[in-house]
């Protein structure tokens, strides 16, 4: 009997321990899936209208710019409708709903193992210094 009560309590030890491993690897996959639900779409990008068809942009038989001095001079007038410029927008942030979740995700993941390591060695204490059944 004392073989298998011994077996019976590195048995229960071991499963503390994947216990928490388990609650780890479970936790941070919540998290992870918390951030990347909250990422915004992407937004559609338009297409340049083509300007080489008509105004001073416009392309002869050679495929070349007739005036390539104005074409640029009309390019930068029309900034705010410029195709060659990029203007970046700010990056859209999580909400504070979502950055709560995914942060009690990841506070429970951070202490999945300890609290897992911890509760298998009081249960291992509590198992190895009970006093064995008097038969």
């Keep these: 009997m004392r073989a298998v009560d ?10 503390g321990v994947a216990a928490g491993v388990l609650l ?4 941070m996959s919540e998290g992870l899936h918390t951030i990347i639900a909250s990422e915004r779409p992407m937004p559609k990008v338009e297409s340049p209208t083509l300007t080489m068809w008509d105004g001073a942009c416009k392309l002869d038989s050679n495929l070349q710019a007739a005036n390539p001095l104005r074409c640029k001079m009309e390019m930068r007038a029309t900034s ?3 195709p060659l ?15 709560e979740t995914a942060s009690g995700w990841f506070m ?3 202490f999945a193992i300890p609290l897992s390591l911890g509760a298998a060695a009081i249960l291992g204490f509590l198992l190895f210094r009970l006093p064995p059944d008097a038969e």
């Design 80 to 82: 705010g409708n410029n």
């Design 24 to 27: 780890f690897r479970h936790a």
């Design 6 to 15: 011994g077996v019976l309590k590195y048995l229960l030890l071991g499963v």
């Design 108 to 110: 429970l993941a951070a």
């Design 85 to 99: 410029v990029y203007h970046a927008n700010p990056i859209p942030t999580m909400t504070k709903a979502e950055s």
